[in-house]
T-cell receptor, first 112, second 115 residues
């Protein structure tokens, strides 16, 4: 089975810190995604990447950036964390065919 | 604007009773349609998907969904729920012209199963 691994399950950071959320997939998938999950809002797309060094903004990119230097790794960066970025962050990879998504277990980030 | 609506934020159902979760979408054409489930502390798992063809789709864990073009709906059903079905359920759409494999999700429906 394809695995998508998010490096941290829980994370607590201070306001203003630079935060890195890491995601690694092991099945050579082309597409990778970062979603943010909030109660009552569902999942919202932050950024996605369809190839190494390629990135596209999703619906809510403000305050975030991403990096994809290798095919298997897609990092989400909070340049200066703020309390309104406290959320659950889900990474996913997708085969590029028929929406074959695999999600990671998520990182619950708390910014204090 | 394109949207996915799950009208029910929270549903409580007795174990053994039937379950129906509603999903409506607003797109110019028929998109690809999905239902995902998220158990506590877990990522999302695909229950079923509809691309074309038979409008009644069978999925895993005994779930099915019916696509109704006239109502722009893709409702999820299960005839008899089990305690393990307590989870959050998300409807999602993809396949629109600029989607690039992206999915747009509804707000989710939390399902509570009582004994």
């Amino acid at each position: 089975d394809v695995k998508v691994t998010q490096s941290s399950r829980y994370l607590v950071k201070r306001t203003g810190e630079k935060v890195f959320l890491e995601c690694v997939q092991d099945m050579d998938h082309e597409n990778m995604f970062w979603y943010r999950q909030d109660p009552g809002l569902g999942l919202r797309l932050i950024y996605f990447s369809y190839d190494v060094k390629m990135k596209e903004k999703g619906d809510i990119p403000e305050g975030y950036s991403v990096s994809r230097e290798k095919k298997e790794r897609f990092s989400l960066i909070l340049e200066s964390a703020s309390t309104n970025q406290t959320s659950m962050y889900l990474c996913a990879s997708e085969t590029g065919l028929n929406y074959g998504y695999t999600f990671g277990s998520g990182t619950r980030l708390t910014v204090v | 604007a394109q949207s996915v609506t799950q009208p029910d934020i929270h549903i409580t159902v007795s174990e053994g009773a039937s379950l129906e979760l509603r999903c409506n979408y607003s797109y110019g054409a028929t998109p690809y349609l999905f239902w995902y489930v998220q158990s506590p502390g877990q990522g999302l798992q695909l229950l079923l998907k509809y691309f074309s063809g038979d409008t009644l789709v069978q999925g895993i864990k005994g779930f099915e969904a019916e696509f109704k073009r006239s109502q722009s709906s893709f409702n999820l059903r299960k005839p008899s729920v089990h305690w393990s079905d307590a989870a959050e359920y998300f409807c999602a759409v993809g396949g629109t012209t600029d989607s690039w494999g992206k999915l747009q999700f509804g707000a989710g429906t939390q399902v509570v199963v009582t004994p």
